[in-house]
């Protein structure tokens, strides 16, 4: 049980956790806590993740199949080991899949048919993504699936009408989640070629994708200040500034690619989604306190 929860990769998970509780609290700072449906809001939370870890797993399969994921991959290893075989491995992406659905069909019979059409897409742009990626497009369908559709979703089963207001969110969150696939897209450049993926990292080339990431964990910090100064957002929120010392550090290893070349992003997958737990929660407390204070 152990080896098959580390193959959905739930270091991850802070990256499809983030944008439900960050459009959770947001509506709570918006409208108060009587107006929300707490116990909807979980069960998106537990929707999400399943849905993200069948993506993460199915992903890994077809990277397996395509030969993306090889002995000289920087990846999971459990099927190059032979730890399980690839119909193991579809069986559980399905499964984790058929669960989040169900979920999602309960959740619909709580608020409304809406909630299909956007889990629907979801659930869609799941199963494409190894398909997106070989089309430089998998930048986009993560900013959707996990930039855009979590809070008009959320915000739907919350409190039962579609909040635009919600999509505000999108990009101090989305650009961090974008910015954790850019880094492994990035990494795995030589062997997606090698394999016919043309991911968007591959498409800009390294050196540009060294500050396309470097924007993208910089954008939530700037664009957080201006939403405060426009007062969209709570004073509070000026509490994502404490995820700076991160952001250096993660800019400071990403510059390393002009001497150490790829191997400066190696690592900073990990280092990416561990920024976007700092700030992440420093923008769900930024909008707790404004809702009481």
């Known amino acids: 049980m152990k080896r098959w929860f580390l193959a959905t990769r739930p270091w991850s998970f802070v990256v499809s956790a983030t944008p439900v509780v960050?459009?959770?609290?947001?509506?709570?700072?918006?409208?108060g806590g009587g107006s929300i449906n707490w116990i909807n809001v979980v069960l998106a939370l537990i929707g999400i993740i399943l849905f993200h870890a069948a993506g993460n797993v199915l992903s890994d399969y077809y990277d397996y199949k395509t030969g993306i994921d090889n002995k000289d991959a920087y990846c999971v290893q459990s099927l190059l080991n032979g730890d399980f075989t690839p119909g193991q491995y579809f069986?559980?992406?399905?499964?984790?899949l058929a669960a989040g659905i169900v979920l999602g069909l309960v959740l619909t019979l709580r608020s409304g048919w809406p909630l299909l059409v956007i889990g629907g897409v979801g659930c869609l742009l799941t199963l494409l993504y190894s398909w997106t990626k070989f089309h430089a497009l998998g930048d986009t369908d993560i900013f959707i699936v996990f930039g855009v559709l979590p809070m008009l979703g959320t915000a739907y089963v919350a409190t039962g009408a579609i909040d635009w207001s919600t999509l505000l969110l999108s990009i101090p969150v989305g650009c961090v989640t974008v910015a954790v696939l850019h880094a492994n897209n990035t990494r795995d450049i030589p062997t997606d070629s090698a394999a016919g993926a043309k991911s968007f990292a591959k498409v800009i080339g390294p050196k540009a994708s060294m500050w396309w990431y470097i924007i993208l964990i910089s954008l939530p910090c700037l664009y957080t200040i201006a939403a405060v100064i426009c007062g969209v957002f709570p004073v509070w929120c000026l509490l994502i500034m404490l995820s700076l010392p991160v952001v250096v550090k993660n800019i400071r290893q990403v510059l390393r690619f002009r001497t150490d070349g790829l191997c400066a992003?190696?690592?900073l997958d990990l280092m990416t989604a561990k920024l976007q737990m700092v700030s992440g929660i420093m923008l769900c407390l930024g909008f707790v306190l404004g809702a009481i204070f």
């Open 22 to 31: 960050a459009t959770a609290l947001f509506l709570l700072y918006k409208y």
């Open 91 to 96: 069986k559980l992406a399905m499964g984790l």
């Open 265 to 267: 992003f190696n690592q």
